[in-house]
């Protein structure tokens, strides 16, 4: 008989998430149900429905944790590249990555983006996961600049606010998505120094506009 293993919270919720994962990439989150969840799990029905009610909450949770895992990832990235004092060069280096980075977790992202428009509550949740993202992205560029002379953009107070306009960011949440939407990925990665400048023009844009607004 296999010895009982006592589990935290935070263990179990792993644990049904990284069951989701595999459940919702084999058929699908549209068609994944809590049973098939429970199943993939070492936890009993009431077990699971302790932490989660709905698959729209676990995806939400591996939604955010990807938040977290992204902003890791960023910090490694800005540390990797040579030293700039050019915060757009480094924003751009971090969205690259975030481009053309291969996780499972990226497809999960598109399931998650396609029932936007069937259930307002996905966008909602997609609205909080938004905000999350950028200001744990301001919290790369604050941390990449600690000690040294920092962007005056980074001191201004509204920057958390409006630097970065939503327009661009779902402009480059576009270029992602269609990325990771289709298996040839080919045209993308033989043209990444053409994604890189696209990205550039893009964030420059976006700077270039708050700087107007803060001018008039």
Same mark, same amino acid.
């Given at each position: ?48 429905? @302790? =932490?989660? &009610?709905? #698959?729209?909450?676990?995806? %939400?949770?591996?939604?955010?944790? $990807? ?49 936007? @428009? =069937?259930? &307002?509550? #996905?966008?909602?949740?997609? %609205?909080?996961?938004?905000?999350? $993202? ?83």
């Amino acid at each position: 008989m296999a010895k009982f293993e006592r589990k935290t919270k935070e263990e179990r919720k792993t644990e049904i998430m990284d069951a989701a994962k595999k459940v919702f990439l084999s058929k699908g989150y549209r068609y994944a149900t809590m049973e098939d969840i429970v199943a993939a799990t070492s936890l009993s029905k009431g077990g699971v429905y @302790q =932490y989660y &009610k709905s #698959t729209k909450a676990i995806m %939400f949770d591996i939604m955010q944790r $990807g938040n977290y895992f992204r902003y890791r990832r960023t910090e490694e990235v800005i540390a990797s590249i040579p030293e700039t004092d050019d915060i757009i060069e480094i924003i751009t280096h971090a969205v690259i990555a975030k481009i053309f980075d291969r996780l499972p977790e990226k497809q999960l992202y598109i399931m998650f983006l396609s029932e936007i @428009q =069937y259930d &307002k509550e #996905t966008e909602d949740l997609f %609205f909080t996961l938004e905000e999350q $993202g950028w200001s744990l992205a301001i919290q790369n560029m604050k941390s990449f600049f600690e000690g040294k002379k920092k962007p005056a953009i980074l001191e201004n107070k509204n920057f958390e606010k409006h630097i970065f306009p939503k327009l661009y960011m779902r402009i480059l949440n576009g270029i992602l998505v269609m990325y990771e939407l289709f298996s040839d990925k080919e045209i993308f990665e033989e043209n990444r120094r053409e994604v890189y400048e696209l990205v550039y023009t893009i964030i420059k844009k976006s700077f270039d506009s708050y700087k107007s607004t803060e001018t008039t």
